[in-house]
């Protein structure tokens, strides 16, 4: 279920290259819906309550992130030009600090990257 940053009460995208594939992510947020556990466990941050809302608010997370990727690639044409966009406009400095949060930003965006790759970019 991604990322969970207690103190903005976030939930973040986790889409690491070379294996993000959005429906086989939403494949297990389905997966954790119907398991319907009492906990969540998310690395770094910790347990957290489980509750329906999180998984929903999840895959509209990865929906939407996939979608600005892929929206941004269309208007800029690089990828590295994608990349450079999302990193500079992380949200995650005051979490990871500034160079954490680039190099997951950077991680993050490429395995979307790659994904729109694979589907030939028209799923």
């Not at 690089?78 to 991680?107: S, Y």
Request: charged residues 35%.
């Amino acid at each position: 279920l991604g990322i969970w940053e207690p103190r903005s009460r976030t939930l973040r995208q986790t889409s690491p290259p070379s294996q993000f594939h959005l429906q086989k992510a939403l494949d297990d947020v389905r997966t954790i819906e119907d398991i319907d556990p009492e906990t969540v466990c998310f690395g770094h941050f910790g347990p957290k309550p489980y509750d329906a809302d999180l998984a929903e608010e999840y895959k509209r997370v990865l929906v939407e992130w996939v979608e600005a990727i892929r929206q941004k690639r269309a208007e800029l044409g690089v990828d590295e030009a994608v990349i450079d966009h999302f990193v500079e406009h992380t949200q995650m400095d005051e979490v990871w600090g500034e160079r954490k949060a680039r190099d997951e930003e950077r991680l993050n965006t490429r395995g979307v990257l790659g994904y729109l790759d694979y589907i030939g970019d028209d799923e």
